[in-house]
């Protein structure tokens, strides 16, 4: 396997150190991690490496050019944030913030900083800008490698099948970034007409500039009689497959079979945090100094984000709140599974959740990536990405309570996921017809995909080696009953 994968001549690649490739030649475990993506070793964790990012679609046929770019995810927390101490004048962002803490005569829940600098319509951290890749904040596992779309685009094609291979099926996608994912899955599953005629595919996505870069990279056409053919206004001609935008999964129509993709889309939903102190559990608020600077402050009183909190300790055991001095609640996250399961309740179907997060409750997880380097939350806010861990537990509890007719399934880690969907016979597959750079890229977005220590192919010092995304992100199936265990949840 590990002869199949690393053909010597691409093991003595220009970009590799004669030291560097001896030590790596010399350890069998690499050839085991390599060969297997549900490697259980663990190395040093270093959420700040870089990752390297592939560019360029391979297939059988085309061969372009690839380039590396050195990017971080998100998933790593806990890092020491680097503060900026340069003056700067408010932007637009900050007065908005500091008029509503002023007007409101009061600070603001966690929850509404953070829906404001993400997604404030005007200068929110996602409406003006690509904030992906290297050039941007930070690097999500479809702009990795064109593999991670492509093994979404078998789990949809095995649902589809469960579900009776649907004539007409809404496939959603929450968040879609950049639009790399379903782009990668149209492209793979091109082949398979049934399938893909089938499908009319629904972005929700916020902002605006993201929404005409998806367009673009789902290669749409706008049709001339959109008016006459409101329902095919947009077609992507990746593989013929009409595509429509929403701000919100309610606008998204109902009615037919339904497959929900929702990647890296619930860890930017707001949370809410709370303390622990001698008077009990306290929300942190977000308020403006003396110095006209923002700092984070204790609520003196219960506020209405209390009710959530309330709800999550009912889920949780005793022994689970008793160690936590620290814990954040996502009601936005809630609210959206009950959107979701009754969705999928009625119209039949299925949802995909992807995320770095926990199967249980989080205690203190909120971070913020400014130029893939992790950054004080409160500073200048809206230039840098907030996120934090998914409370997948919750997740479960939101959608069994929301609908009899669901049932949830997971969280398992991606490397199983994408493993068992097949991405080593993809990988080796593409690595049989490409050219040396090509093979260095697949290989180094496999190991960043399914890893979950140091990719074996990355040159550089130590503190820069990139940590892979296998264990650290999870994945969790809601699923209505009628199409049974999703693949690969059984
Ligand atoms: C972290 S990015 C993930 C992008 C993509 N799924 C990926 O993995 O590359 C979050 C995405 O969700 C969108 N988004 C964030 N909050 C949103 C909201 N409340 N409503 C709609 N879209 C939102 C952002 O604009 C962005 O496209």
């Not at 605006?208 to 095919?232: F, G, V, W």
């Not at 996120?387 to 199983?416: K, L, M, N």
């Amino acid at each position: 396997m590990l002869r199949k994968l690393l053909p010597q001549s691409l093991v003595f690649h220009r970009r590799l150190s004669n030291a560097y490739v001896t030590s790596q030649l010399a350890a069998p475990s690499v050839a085991s991690r390599l060969s297997s993506p549900f490697s259980t070793h663990s190395s040093s964790h270093n959420p700040d490496g870089p990752s390297i990012k592939q560019l360029d679609h391979v297939d059988d046929s085309q061969f372009p050019p690839t380039a590396t770019t050195i990017s971080i995810d998100r998933s790593g927390l806990y890092n020491p944030p680097e503060h900026s101490h340069e003056p700067a004048l408010d932007s637009e962002l900050v007065k908005h913030l500091k008029g509503i803490i002023k007007f409101r005569g009061g600070p603001i829940s966690v929850a509404e900083y953070m829906e404001e600098v993400l997604t404030n319509p005007r200068a929110g951290f996602y409406i003006n800008r690509d904030v992906f890749g290297a050039e941007g904040d930070f690097i999500t596992s479809p702009e990795v490698s064109q593999m991670f779309g492509e093994m979404i685009g078998v789990w949809v094609m095995c649902l589809w099948e469960q579900m009776g291979q649907p004539q007409r099926v809404n496939l959603i996608e929450l968040g879609p970034g950049r639009g790399t994912l379903v782009a990668d899955l149209l492209r793979g599953a091109s082949k398979f007409k049934k399938f893909i005629e089938s499908l009319h595919v629904h972005l929700v996505e916020c902002s605006p500039t993201l929404q005409k870069l998806q367009h673009q990279n789902l290669k749409c056409i706008d049709q001339d009689n959109a008016a006459e053919s409101a329902e095919r206004r947009t077609v992507s001609s990746l593989a013929g497959t009409p595509v429509s935008w929403h701000a919100t999964l309610e606008q998204v129509p109902s009615g037919s079979p339904t497959i929900i993709i929702a990647h890296e889309f619930f860890d930017a939903l707001p949370i809410h945090q709370f303390q622990k102190v001698s008077r009990g559990w306290c929300e942190k608020m977000v308020d403006v100094a003396e110095d006209s600077l923002f700092r984070f402050v204790l609520s003196s009183q219960p506020t209405p984000a209390t009710l959530y909190l309330l709800k999550r300790f009912k889920w949780a055991a005793n022994e689970e709140i008793a160690k936590l001095s620290q814990i954040e609640v996502c009601p936005k996250a809630m609210e959206l599974t009950q959107t979701i399961a009754k969705r999928i309740s009625s119209d039949g179907g299925g949802a995909l959740i992807i995320d770095y997060g926990l199967n249980g409750v989080v205690s203190d997880s909120l971070q913020a990536i400014r130029k893939h380097k992790f950054v004080d939350i409160l500073d200048n806010p809206g230039s840098a990405d907030l996120s934090a861990y998914v409370d997948f537990a919750s997740i479960r509890h939101s959608a069994e309570e929301a609908s009899g007719d669901v049932s949830v399934h997971g969280p398992i880690t991606q490397s199983q996921l994408i493993g068992s969907l097949g991405i080593n016979f993809r990988v080796e597959t593409l690595l049989q017809n490409c050219s040396d750079e090509q093979a260095d890229s697949l290989k180094s977005g496999y190991w960043r995909l399914v890893g979950d220590g140091e990719a074996p192919f990355w040159e550089g010092p130590d503190d820069s080696v990139p940590i892979g995304m296998g264990t650290r992100y999870l994945a969790m199936a809601i699923v209505n009953k009628k199409q049974g265990v999703p693949v690969p949840f059984q």
